[in-house]
Nanobody, 130 residues
Framework: QVQLVESGGGSVQPGGSLRLSCTVS????????????IGWFRQVPGKEREGVAC????????FYADSVNGRFTISVDNAKNTVYLQMNRLKPKDPAIYYC???????????????????WGQGTQVTVSS
């Protein structure tokens, strides 16, 4: 059973940086028998979950939402079986609970659509305030 655990959330001032981690268990990211897609999403109360970044083992380049492109970077550390979201130049519009999610199987989609992801972590809170 695939499990995802997020960490690294916290409070920063506008313009600051945070790095979120998504540690994966139950699946090895460099396992060649199946593909994966890992996405980072965020949600604020009363709003829909928004996809911000995703990466897959079947597509070369990661994909970002326009709202974070150029500020956020998603990356994979196979040795630690962990996916990171480096968030730079944080803005007052970025606070949310951030979730990572995974698709694993013979076919995966590089997408920011939450409904395509089967496995979700519990989330980590990000706050931006001066």
């Amino acid at each position: 059973q695939v499990q995802l655990v997020e960490s690294g959330g916290g409070s920063v001032q506008p313009g600051g940086s945070l790095r979120l981690s998504c540690t994966v268990s139950g699946f090895t990211l460099d396992d060649s028998s199946d593909y994966y897609a890992i996405g980072w999403f965020r949600q604020v109360p009363g709003k829909e979950r928004e996809g911000v970044a995703c990466i897959s083992s079947s597509d070369g380049a990661p994909f970002y939402a326009d709202s974070v492109n150029g500020r956020f970077t998603i990356s994979v550390d196979n040795a630690k079986n962990t996916v990171y979201l480096q968030m730079n130049r944080l803005k007052p519009k970025d606070p949310a609970i951030y979730y990572c999610a995974a698709q694993i199987g013979p076919v995966v989609l590089l997408t920011l659509l939450a409904d395509e992801y089967d496995n979700w972590g519990q989330g980590t809170q990000v706050t931006v305030s001066s």
